[in-house]
């Protein structure tokens, strides 16, 4: 098809051209220029040759009149970046005075002023030249102001000037027009001060930009459901939230969690249960688990039978294991609490097991067992050694394949279990 019509075009062409011939042939055309009283005669063909013969000698003489200006400017374009590119590898390392100074020079090239600056209110703030960094956003605010505008809240951030950051970022996040790093640093400042429901609306404006990728921005979403959820003052208000939640914000477990732990501070226990546990029925999430056992005013009996339930399916879980032990302990079950305990810590050893066991023993009046086990969790918060229990066998010593119960997949094939 390409080459048929190509050859129509080529025949339609060459028509056009005989056509024009002919006419031209038949009356070429007079002209008449007239300069003083020097008078110049031609055909109008001629004449249209000769300016286009013209034209094109001023366009050659032109670019050979650019030349030298055009290699000039292209050496000062490949200098500047060679500079921007030093200072911001000086900047990287560390040296900030080197990285000021290449980046000054690398500003002469106006296309790189904008990163050049931004990269300078990052040195002059290292250097505790906060003058001097806001005027570099000052003067990169000229060409980029949505990056001048982000990366001067995170600046404020990073000092620990959280509702400075929030201040700045008010205005313009009102009228949806913030760059995606502003909106990340304006959830943030949010959150830093309190204002959980501005960082909730300002997530559906960050998802639409879908500048971060799905993991940081769930992680991001879960910790903004959270605080939401965690700020409300009333259990009308927090469940009124609640429903307003998509079904999949209400899947994500950090939400989960502090929604039940809320409604249960607030006087009501059992909602907070019964989204656990059917969230539990569908999808294992040892968050949930954890924030079952913490419950404030409920049953401690009905969720000791529900946990243990769930023991069934997952015996190797160290936060069902912990969290277990904890139910015990409020149910002044001291012996089972043991039990439960020492099999999570034979499993693996975490901070929260020990200062659970340590509640075991303070309960039953053994307090300097009880101050061994609250050292341990204390170094296992320090990422050091524990040592193990008057008359308890050391860890590198303990047989954990005892503790460790056999899984199976549907199909009756062993897996190996997940043990942290």
Known sequence: MRYWLAGLLLVAAMLAAAVGYHWLASDPGYVLVRLGNTNYETTAVVAVV???????????????????????????????????????????????????????????????????????????????????????????????????????ARLKRERGEFAEAYRLLSTEARTTTLVPAAWVEYIEAALATGEAEAAMDALAPLARTQALSAPTFAALEARVLAAALTAQRSADGLNEQWAGLTRAQRRVPAALAAYARRIAELGHPLPGMSEIEAHLRKDWSEPAVQAYAELAGADTGARLRQAEGWLRQHPNSVVLLVSLGRLCV?????????????????????????????????????????????????????????????????????????AVIEQRSEHGVPRLPDVG
């Open 330 to 402: 409020a149910g002044r079950l001291w012996g089972k609490a043991r039990e439960y305990l020492e099999r999570s810590l034979a499993i693996s050893e975490t901070a929260a097991s020990w200062e659970a066991l340590g509640d075991c023993h303070s309960g039953e009046g053994s307090h300097a067992l009880a101050e061994h086990c609250y050292r341990n969790a204390l170094r296992l918060a320090r990422n050091e050694a524990s040592e193990p229990l008057p008359g308890m066998a050391p860890r590198l010593g303990l047989d954990t394949k005892a």
């Open 50 to 152: 000769a300016l286009l013969l013209l034209w094109g000698l001023i366009g050659v003489a032109w670019r050979l009149a650019r030349w030298p200006l055009r290699l000039w400017f292209r050496r000062v374009r490949k200098k500047s970046r060679e500079r921007l590119a030093n200072g911001l590898v000086a900047l990287a390392e560390g040296r900030y005075l080197r990285a000021e100074k290449e980046l000054a020079r690398a500003t002469q090239y106006r296309e790189l002023r904008a990163p050049a600056m931004l990269a300078t209110a990052r040195a002059a703030l290292a250097l505790g030249e906060t003058a001097r960094a806001d005027a570099a956003l000052d003067e990169a605010a000229e060409t980029a102001p949505g990056a001048a505008l982000a990366l001067r």
